[in-house]
C-alpha cells in the first residue's frame, strides 16, 4: 500500500483516531416503579405523619409569626393605651441603642469560651472512656450526670455549694492553701458563668468525641504502632484528623443549645460584669422594661441568628452523615 492509498484509508469514515466511537454515556438505572401495596404503605407513612407536623406548625411558627408583629408595635405595658404601628422603629433601636452590640459580644465571649473549654475536656475524658477498665459503664454514667441536670439546679449549685465566699467549696479550698475567699460571682461573674456552662455542656462533647473515637479503625492504629509511630505522634496525625468533622459538629451543636443560655445568667450575675447576653436582654427588655415591642424586636433577631448556626450546624450533619454512608 502507497502513502497516497494509506493516507485515504486513515482519513475514510471508521479508520483512525478521530473516528473512534464516541465513548457510552453513562445511564443512571431506571427507577422502579411502585407497586399497588408499596403505595398505600407510603400513603399510610404521610398520613401518621401529618399530626406531628401541624402540632409542630402551631407549636412553633405561629408565636414567631406573633413575634414578628409584637415587633412592629409600639407597645409598653406602662401605657397600654398608646398602643401603635411603630414600623421598624423597634429595629432601628435595637441596632442604634448600644445594648445590643454589648449582649452580642458577651453572648460570644460566653458561647465561644464554654465550646472551646467543654471540647478541650470533653476530648480528655474522651480518650480516658475510649479504654477498657474495670467500672468503665460506671464511670460513662457518672459523666454523662452534669448534662442531664437541669440548668437552673446546676446554677444554684455553683452559686451557693461551690463558689459561695462564706460556705463555698472552692473557697474552703482555697483557704488550705492561704488564699483569701474570692467573691466569685461578683469579682468574676463571666467566669463564673463560664465555669457552669463548661461543667454542664463538657459531657455532650465527650459522647460525640467518643463515637469519633470509637469509629476509628483499630487495625490502622496497630499498623501505625507496628511501623514505630508513638502514642502522641499517632494522636495528632491520625486520631485527631479523624475527630475533625466529629469536633465540628459538637461545636456547632453545642453553639446552637448555647445561644439559648439563660438560668446561669439570670440566677448568678442578672446579667451583671458583661454576662448580659442577648436571651437575657430580651428577657430584660420584656419583663423590666416593659417594652413589649423592643424585646419582641429582640427575639426576631435572637431567632434569625440561631437559625443561621442551625443552618450550618445541619449542613455539616448531613455532610457527616453522607461521607459515612459512602464509606466502604
Do not use: C
Not at 493516507?7 to 416503579?33: F, L, N, Q
Not at 479504654?131 to 457518672?142: E, P
Not at 457552669?196 to 463515637?211: D, E, K, N, S
Amino acid at each position: 500500500m502507497t502513502a497516497p492509498d494509506l493516507i485515504r484509508t486513515v482519513a475514510e469514515p471508521g479508520h483512525g483516531p478521530a473516528h473512534a466511537a464516541p465513548p457510552t454515556s453513562v445511564r443512571r438505572p431506571a427507577k422502579t416503579p411502585l407497586t399497588g401495596g408499596q403505595k398505600k404503605a407510603l400513603r399510610l407513612a404521610r398520613t401518621l405523619v401529618w399530626p406531628a407536623i401541624v402540632v409542630a406548625i402551631l407549636v412553633t411558627q405561629i408565636p414567631f409569626l406573633v413575634t414578628i408583629y409584637y415587633s412592629f408595635q409600639n407597645w409598653n405595658l406602662m401605657r397600654p393605651g398608646s398602643r401603635g404601628f411603630a414600623g421598624f422603629d423597634n429595629y432601628v433601636t435595637v441596632f442604634t441603642g448600644g445594648a445590643f452590640m454589648q449582649s452580642l459580644s458577651a453572648t460570644v465571649v460566653i458561647t465561644g469560651s464554654s465550646i472551646v473549654l467543654s471540647v478541650l475536656f470533653g476530648l480528655g475524658i474522651a480518650l480516658l472512656l475510649n479504654r477498657k477498665f474495670f467500672g468503665q459503664g460506671l464511670a460513662r454514667t457518672l459523666v454523662i450526670t452534669p448534662f442531664l441536670m437541669m440548668p437552673a439546679a446546676a446554677a444554684l449549685i455553683f452559686k451557693w455549694s461551690m463558689l459561695d465566699a462564706n460556705v463555698g467549696m472552692v473557697n474552703w479550698g482555697l483557704s488550705t492553701l492561704g488564699v483569701d475567699p474570692v467573691q466569685w460571682n461578683t469579682d468574676f461573674p463571666a467566669l463564673t458563668v463560664i465555669m457552669v456552662l463548661t461543667w454542664q455542656y463538657t459531657p455532650f462533647m465527650m459522647l460525640i468525641l467518643l463515637a469519633g473515637l470509637q469509629s476509628q479503625s483499630k487495625e490502622t492504629l496497630e499498623a501505625a504502632s507496628v511501623d514505630g509511630a508513638g502514642p502522641i505522634r499517632s494522636f495528632l496525625h491520625m486520631t485527631l484528623p479523624h475527630l475533625r468533622q466529629y469536633i465540628e459538629l459538637a461545636v456547632l451543636l453545642g453553639g446552637i443549645m448555647l445561644l439559648q443560655v439563660f438560668d446561669p445568667i439570670a440566677i448568678m450575675t442578672r446579667g451583671t460584669g458583661g454576662t448580659k447576653t442577648l436571651s437575657y436582654l430580651l428577657y430584660e427588655r420584656a419583663f423590666v422594661g416593659l417594652e413589649i415591642g423592643e424585646a419582641a424586636a429582640y427575639g426576631v433577631i435572637t431567632v434569625l441568628l440561631t437559625i443561621i448556626v442551625a443552618s450550618v450546624a445541619l449542613r455539616l450533619l448531613f455532610k457527616i452523615f453522607s461521607n459515612e454512608g459512602a464509606k466502604p
